[in-house]
Every structure is written in structure tokens, then in C-alpha cells.
């Protein structure tokens, strides 16, 4: 009996080591993951204070939205905006480094569970082994086999033991698997993240480019000359009253009965906000000047009745966003199309534009944009990113204007402007299939 005992110490020892390794050893790639951890603070701390700059450039620009009434100031609008997109890409290259830390921080994790399940496995065949060795004879033979009662009942006691020991092997090999399943998810959320940072970093670059470029048109044209900036304002506007006053007369032609029991109910919230941090309170009357609030209200506005719009009203709302904001999709659905005005007649209305068709018979404009992420006929997830806000077409300041459209009132046409000579593609709509798109938010 000694000397089954003896081989059943023998057999349990490897199974009876790996546990002791894996639980008691430290990680070889402990230094590695601090060293790591304490980078990824580092970049936290670098982050924070970047955005600290940017509410300032924001704060900042929030009193120099709309078009600077000289050139002095309309350059100085410039200077800013193009000081904040730098910020904003210097914090997009931080949050990229950030993301690909915590990929390699989880990729070290990831590898050490793997090899701790490899261990448990070890150690469990080792531990049912030697379970499958005390168990294999009846109770009786080994209590025939024992010299004593007390030998017996030691015996007995081990092999409740080894028994415990197994179901807590295997516990542990259900936690490490669910831990391993869980970063694995993680992990990947977060090359999925680094890579629409990436796109994000590439959209900003460009806008900053955009932006250079304009402050360049400018100057050139201008020549520095406070009357030339004032005439290019002037004609500017002109063109944009007479390409209202066309697009108008085009779209008050188009007759269409729209079913209103077609549409979402007013009021419903059925649509998400085109851009983070919205306020659907005026900017001149909002208490939280850090939120993109409206600019511009739907209708007949004040603002509309001044004689803007030639008196026809605002066919959308106007939200306050510096270039480079996100705009975001308001609901899943398609692109009907994409665009950019400026291509056929500079200046003079939406610039680029994208035009969303969504499953509850509504379609949503996003205009003004400085970059546009999305093409014809793709499909987008509510929240998605379609674009960057911008100030292209005809627009005082940087801002997003959303439009809400009956989606069987609208199309996109190309029409030619006697204004500009060109052709110019743009979405099109029945006056009755206009929507104020605060109804829906």
C-alpha cells in the first residue's frame, strides 16, 4: 500500500508544479505591461491638456462664427480656425498612439492568458490522472489494502482533495476563458477605433489644407484691400440671392401631395442629432456657449423676414460647428447622393452636401460640410460619421445646415444656373415637402 501510495505523490507532483508556476510565479511581461500602462497615462495626461486648447480655440472662435464684417477680422477668423484644426489633429495623432498602446498592452494580456489556459490544461490532466488512479478500485479493496482505519480515512480525505482541486482548476479555466473571450473583443474594438481615427486624422489634415487654401484665395484676391474684400462680399451675397430666387421658382413648380400619415409623428424624437454636444437653443440666447447650438431657425425667422431667403424663409436649421466637427447621421439609412455646389457656381448655395434616405419615408440633408467620408449609395449606422462641418458654399461662418425633407418630395437634379452659366447638382424638393427638422429631433 506504501508504495501506491508513493506513486500516486510521484504522479501528482508535474500536476501539482504547473499550479504552483502559474499561480505563484510572476509574469515574465510584468516590466513590459507597466511600462506600457505608465506610456498610456502619459498619453492620457497629453490628451487632456490638448483638449484644455481646445475649448480656448473654441471660446475663441465662438465670437467669430459668422464672416468677419473686414478683412482684418475675417482673416483673424481664418488664423483661428486654422489654429484649432492643428489642435484637433495633434489630438487625433495622441488618441491613435493611445489606441495602439492599449493594443499592444492587450496583446501582452491576451498571449499570458493563452499560456496560463495552456497550464491549467497541464495541470488538469495531471489532477485527473491522478483522480482516475485513486478512483479506479472500489472502496472495499482499498479498505482491504490498508494497514489501519486512520490509513483508510487519509486516503479518503486525499482523494476528496484532489477532487476539490479539479473543480477549482476548472473554474479558473472558465474565468480565464470568458477574461480571454473579453479582451479579444476589446482588443479588436480598439483596432476598430485607431483605424476611424485614422480617417478622422487624414479628413482634419485636409480640411487644414482647405482652410489654408481659402485664407490664400483671400489674400490674392483682396490684395489686402479693405474695398476689394467688401466688393467680394457684396457679389458674394447677390449670387446667392439669385440662385435662391431660381432654385425657388424651380421647386414652387413641383407639384406633390405628400402622406402625412406616411411620416413619423412631430414630436416622436425619431431622429438623432447631426453633430456631439447639441443645444437646440439659440446660440444668442443659450447659456452654454460650448454647445452646438442653432444659429438659424426653420421658416419664417425673423431673420427670414428682414428679407433674407427672398422672404421665402429657411428651408432647414443652421447649427454652430467649427470645421472639422463631426457630423454625424441622424438615422440609419442610405446616401441618395453626394455633392458640392461649389464645383458649378462658387459661393452661391450648400457647397458639399450629402443626402440621406432613411426607412421611416424621411431624408436628411447635412450641407456646409468641409469633407464628406461617405459615398453614393452606402449604407450608414444612426451616429455614423458621413462628414466634417465646414463653411463651403454660401456661408457667413462656419456652421452644419440640416435639412428634413418628405422623402417623396425631394430628388437630386442638375439644373444650370443662369446666375453661374454652369450645371450644378443639388437635392431639389417640393416646397410642401420641406420639414422643420426640430419636429423630429
Known amino acids: 500500500m506504501r508504495h501506491i501510495r508513493a506513486q500516486l505523490i510521484m504522479r501528482s507532483a508535474p500536476a501539482i508544479a504547473l499550479l504552483l508556476v502559474l499561480f505563484f510565479m510572476p509574469s515574465a511581461h510584468a516590466t513590459m505591461l507597466d511600462d506600457l500602462k505608465k506610456s498610456i497615462e502619459q498619453k492620457n495626461a497629453e490628451i487632456q491638456k490638448l483638449e484644455e486648447d481646445a475649448k480656448k480655440y473654441r471660446a475663441e472662435l465662438s465670437n467669430k462664427q459668422q464672416m468677419g464684417k473686414n478683412l482684418k477680422q475675417e482673416l483673424a477668423r481664418i488664423q483661428t480656425n486654422i489654429k484649432k484644426l492643428q489642435n484637433d489633429i495633434y489630438v487625433a495623432q495622441a488618441q491613435i498612439k493611445r489606441a495602439e498602446l492599449q493594443i499592444n498592452e492587450l496583446s501582452i494580456e491576451i498571449g499570458d492568458k493563452e499560456q496560463s489556459i495552456k497550464k491549467l490544461h497541464s495541470g488538469l490532466a495531471g489532477l485527473l490522472s491522478l483522480f482516475y488512479e485513486t478512483q479506479k478500485n472500489s472502496s472495499i479493496e482499498l479498505f482491504l489494502r490498508q494497514p489501519t482505519f486512520s490509513a483508510f480515512f487519509r486516503m479518503i480525505d486525499g482523494n476528496a482533495a484532489v477532487e476539490k482541486k479539479v473543480l477549482a482548476t476548472l473554474d479558473d479555466l472558465h474565468t480565464l476563458r470568458a477574461d480571454l473571450a473579453d479582451q479579444k473583443t476589446t482588443q479588436e474594438a480598439k483596432r476598430d477605433e485607431s483605424k476611424d481615427l485614422n480617417n478622422l486624422l487624414r479628413q482634419r489634415q485636409q480640411a487644414l489644407v482647405t482652410q489654408k487654401t481659402e485664407q490664400t484665395q483671400i489674400l490674392s484676391i483682396t490684395q489686402q484691400q479693405e474695398k476689394l474684400y467688401q466688393k467680394l462680399l457684396a457679389e458674394q451675397e447677390k449670387k446667392k440671392q439669385q440662385l435662391d430666387s431660381e432654385i425657388r421658382d424651380i421647386e414652387a413648380k413641383i407639384r ?3 402622406d402625412a400619415s406616411s411620416l413619423p409623428q412631430r414630436g416622436s424624437g425619431v431622429l438623432g442629432y447631426p453633430l456631439p454636444d447639441v443645444s437646440k437653443q439659440s446660440c444668442f440666447t443659450s447659456v452654454s456657449a460650448a454647445l452646438n447650438c442653432i444659429t438659424q431657425f426653420f421658416g419664417y425667422t425673423e431673420f427670414a423676414a428682414a428679407g433674407n431667403y427672398n422672404g421665402k424663409g429657411h428651408n432647414g436649421v443652421d447649427f454652430r460647428a467649427d470645421i472639422g466637427t463631426a457630423v454625424l447621421s441622424t438615422e440609419a439609412g442610405t446616401i441618395t447622393g453626394i455633392g458640392d455646389t461649389d464645383a458649378g ?7 458639399k452636401w450629402v ?6 419615408n424621411l431624408s436628411t440633408l447635412y450641407a456646409h460640410l468641409s469633407q464628406i467620408n461617405v459615398a453614393s449609395g452606402q449604407r450608414v449606422a444612426r451616429g455614423e460619421r458621413i462628414a466634417l462641418s465646414g463653411k463651403t458654399g454660401y456661408a457667413t461662418g462656419p456652421h452644419l445646415h440640416f435639412g428634413v425633407y418628405a422623402t417623396q418630395g425631394v430628388s ?3 439644373i444650370r444656373s443662369k446666375v453661374c452659366g454652369t450645371l450644378m447638382t443639388l437635392p431639389i424638393a417640393a ?8 419636429d423630429y429631433l
Open 256 to 258: 406633390i401631395t405628400i
Open 345 to 351: 457656381c462658387r459661393g452661391a448655395s450648400y457647397g
Open 355 to 360: 443626402l440621406i434616405q432613411h426607412p421611416n
Open 412 to 414: 437630386i437634379q442638375s
Open 431 to 438: 416646397i410642401n415637402a420641406y420639414l422643420n427638422p426640430l
